[in-house]
């Protein structure tokens, strides 16, 4: 994937929330920043992967960034994080659907051929090596027992997140599919859907072949061996189509370029602000691939 500058992924972004954010809240705002600055400083924040107060130093020092973004002056990192709070989950979804519809799916493609899958993204910067040395020294549990999923539908061709979720893990998404695929549908006409044993239930067949009208592949795995299963599952567990199943190795495609060029941080000290978080990086990462 080829690196963007900081000025055209803030054009980008800028454009991008502009399309789906009205300028101001209401007729008594203070009308010294609107609605879509705002929102595109906090998607080259998860770009950056920027503190709120990297933010308002970066683009106190960088001009042309100001000017990219029409912002007069610079906004305090207490108004980031005061707009963060209070932007709707929604507001961040209507970006991402923008996102999508302006990467449109190759001529010779009807449907997309979408994975659904889930990582894991850390609350803060501590390091890793730290941690295990903490625990090998010390033989005390890790200090958390939680950290935030974020599970995404990932259109494999085109390398994009379609619809996204996040939530307090550990958790099991099973019955998050229908949920997210559904999402994902209302922005591009899906042919094929593939998930991991995670998602492996009757019910999620159903949904995607009845309702989608699309095919699906799942590995039946959950359970025993011994135990019947019927339906689709019993399709799944006779003759897998491991050729088709192939292509699902792409998400984790897209979670390592997430990581390793932006950010595997959710940061925020409620889980509200986390998984607002992993929300804009999922945004970030759509308005990098446009």
């Not at 299963?229 to 192939?246: D, I, L, N, S, T």
């Not at 990581?259 to 998984?275: D, F, V, Y």
Request: hydrophobic share 40%; with cysteine; net charge positive.
């Amino acid at each position: 994937m080829a690196e963007i500058g900081l000025l055209p992924f803030a054009r980008v972004a800028l454009q991008v929330v502009r399309s789906v954010l009205p300028a101001y809240r209401s007729r008594f705002s203070k009308h010294q920043f609107n609605q879509p600055q705002l929102l595109a400083v906090l998607c080259l924040m998860r770009y950056e992967d920027w503190t709120f107060r990297e933010a308002e130093v970066r683009l106190s020092e960088h001009r042309e960034l100001r000017r990219a973004l029409g912002l007069i002056s610079v906004p305090d990192y207490t108004t980031l994080y005061r707009f963060l709070k209070r932007l709707g989950d929604d507001a961040i979804h209507e970006a991402l659907g923008s996102t999508v519809r302006r990467l449109r799916l190759p001529h010779h493609q009807r449907r997309a051929r979408v994975a659904v899958d889930a990582t894991g993204l850390s609350q803060g910067a501590v390091s890793t090596f730290f941690v295990r040395r903490m625990h090998h020294h010390t033989n005390k549990p890790l200090p958390w027992r939680h950290w935030l999923k974020w599970v995404v539908v990932v259109d494999l061709d085109r390398q994009i997140v379609l619809s996204q979720l996040a939530r307090r893990g550990p958790w099991n998404d099973c019955g998050n599919l229908p949920t997210v695929v559904r999402a994902a549908s209302q922005e591009t006409r899906i042919g094929l859907v593939l998930a991991d044993a995670e998602f492996d239930s009757e019910r999620n067949h159903t949904f995607v072949r009845k309702e989608l009208r699309a095919q699906s592949v799942i590995p039946a795995k959950r359970g025993k061996k011994s135990w019947r299963v019927h339906g689709v599952r019993a399709e799944m567990r006779r003759a897998f189509p491991r050729r088709v199943y192939r292509k699902r190795a792409l998400v984790e495609t897209l979670f390592s370029s997430v990581k390793r060029k932006l950010s595997a941080r959710a940061p925020g000290r409620t889980i509200e602000m986390q998984m607002r978080q992993a929300l804009l990086l999922g945004l970030a990462y759509n308005i990098y691939r446009v």
